[in-house]
């Protein structure tokens, strides 16, 4: 289907599952919060890009209520969620304002990014932040190596990244049926509108290489019983021959100062 027809769907939770972040974005900044701290860092006093945030601004008012100095929302598409940020208020009008029939950021601590991130226009319309943060993002992108880049290029000398990726095919009843197909199959007839770039862990842990000094990466959830039926299915190219990391559903990775 058409991606704004897509976006609508997903905007009003018919038929698409949308991630944490829209469903329950508290949850998703508690998670955010308590993973950072159990290495070592913290969003207090920091300048954070939370990376496809999806039209909503309660993870971007929850993050700043603790601690966060300002936040950048990006997106590559402007669809905002009017009707659910104006419940926000008037718990954080600190951070957001009405403005006739529309809840707008404040800009001293809310900044919108729409468009392409690896375009210099859209970068050179922000400063360095001290930390990337997203949520069933990365396995989205279309140039996971370039959004990377554009990504590690955004973020201060000892800026570090936190993504939680899932691995999975998101017709989750089958999570590995989208590792059966060629790519010509997969990309001409059934991806979905979303886009699901099929990267495998290590694919992941190469691109982090390249742009951090520092690549940490979690497993978060396996599902082997699955794995082992798919397996006699799936293309070679998806095989490592270790079922502990071929079978990898959920992932998180940590990545600490990028490569200047």
Request: aromatic share 10%.
């Given at each position: 289907?058409?991606?704004?027809v897509?976006?609508?769907?997903?905007?009003?939770?018919?038929?698409?599952?949308?991630?944490?972040?829209?469903?329950?974005?508290?949850?998703?900044?508690?998670?955010?919060?308590?993973?950072?701290?159990?290495?070592?860092?913290?969003?207090?006093?920091?300048?954070?890009?939370?990376f496809?945030?999806?039209?909503?601004?309660?993870?971007?008012?929850?993050?700043?209520?603790?601690?966060?100095?300002?936040?950048?929302?990006?997106?590559?598409?402007?669809?905002?969620?009017?009707?659910?940020?104006?419940?926000?208020?008037?718990?954080?009008?600190?951070?957001?304002?009405?403005?006739?029939?529309?809840?707008?950021?404040?800009?001293?601590?809310i900044?919108l990014?729409?468009?392409?991130?690896?375009?210099?226009?859209?970068?050179?319309?922000?400063?360095?932040?001290?930390?990337?943060?997203?949520?069933?993002?990365?396995?989205?992108?279309?140039?996971?190596?370039?959004?990377?880049?554009?990504?590690?290029?955004?973020?201060?000398?000892?800026?570090?990244?936190?993504?939680?990726?899932?691995?999975?095919d998101?017709?989750?009843?089958?999570?590995?049926?989208?590792?059966?197909?060629?790519?010509?199959?997969?990309?001409?007839?059934?991806?979905?509108?979303?886009?699901?770039?099929?990267?495998?862990?290590?694919?992941y842990?190469?691109?982090?290489?390249?742009?951090?000094?520092?690549?940490?990466?979690?497993?978060?959830?396996?599902?082997e019983?699955?794995?082992?039926?798919?397996?006699?299915?799936?293309?070679?190219?998806?095989?490592?021959?270790?079922?502990?990391?071929?079978?990898?559903?959920?992932?998180?990775?940590?990545?600490?100062?990028?490569?200047?």
């Open positions: 289907m058409p991606e704004s897509a976006r609508y769907l997903l905007k009003r939770r018919w038929v698409i599952r949308p991630g944490l972040e829209s469903s329950d974005p508290f949850a998703a900044v508690e998670q955010y919060v308590k993973t950072l701290s159990e290495h070592g860092k913290t969003i207090q006093g920091k300048g954070v890009l939370l496809g945030y999806g039209g909503r601004f309660a993870v971007a008012v929850d993050l700043l209520r603790r601690g966060a100095s300002h936040i950048v929302l990006c997106d590559h598409f402007v669809l905002l969620d009017h009707e659910r940020n104006a419940q926000l208020l008037p718990d954080y009008e600190m951070y957001l304002k009405q403005n006739q029939d529309e809840v707008q950021p404040r800009s001293e601590f900044t990014l729409h468009g392409d991130i690896r375009d210099e226009s859209i970068q050179s319309q922000i400063s360095q932040v001290d930390c990337i943060l997203s949520t069933s993002v990365y396995e989205h992108l279309d140039d996971v190596n370039g959004i990377t880049k554009a990504l590690a290029n955004l973020t201060s000398p000892q800026g570090f990244h936190l993504h939680f990726i899932d691995l999975r998101h017709y989750f009843k089958y999570p590995f049926e989208m590792l059966k197909f060629s790519e010509n199959v997969w990309k001409n007839f059934l991806n979905p509108t979303s886009n699901l770039n099929r990267f495998r862990l290590n694919d842990q190469k691109v982090f290489e390249t742009y951090f000094n520092k690549v940490h990466i979690a497993v978060i959830s396996r599902e019983e699955a794995f082992r039926v798919a397996q006699p299915n799936i293309r070679p190219e998806f095989l490592t021959g270790d079922v502990s990391v071929d079978s990898i559903a959920l992932i998180y990775t940590v990545t600490e100062s990028p490569i200047q």
